[in-house]
């Protein structure tokens, strides 16, 4: 792929900020992946899965809140 811009390159493709805490956890249809908002409580930012009903389900819904324990 070929961009004809005069824009910088840093803002065509921006470096991804890394500092959050997020994990990775299995589940029956995939991996959920969770960033730490406090101690117990984590939001959804992404399902991994290649069974097309999880995406229905609504407690995978990205920016949902989840407490593990």
């Keep these: 792929m070929i961009l004809y ?3 910088p390159q840093e803002m065509i493709f921006p470096e991804e900020n890394t500092a959050t805490k997020q994990i990775l956890i299995d589940i029956n249809e995939g991996h959920l992946v969770l960033e730490q908002v406090s101690n117990q409580e984590f939001r959804v930012v ?6 097309p009903n999880a995406y229905l389900n609504e407690n995978y ?5 989840i407490s593990l324990f």
């Design 5 to 7: 811009t005069m824009m």
């Design 61 to 65: 819904t990205p920016g949902k809140m």
């Design 46 to 51: 992404r399902l991994i899965s290649t069974d």
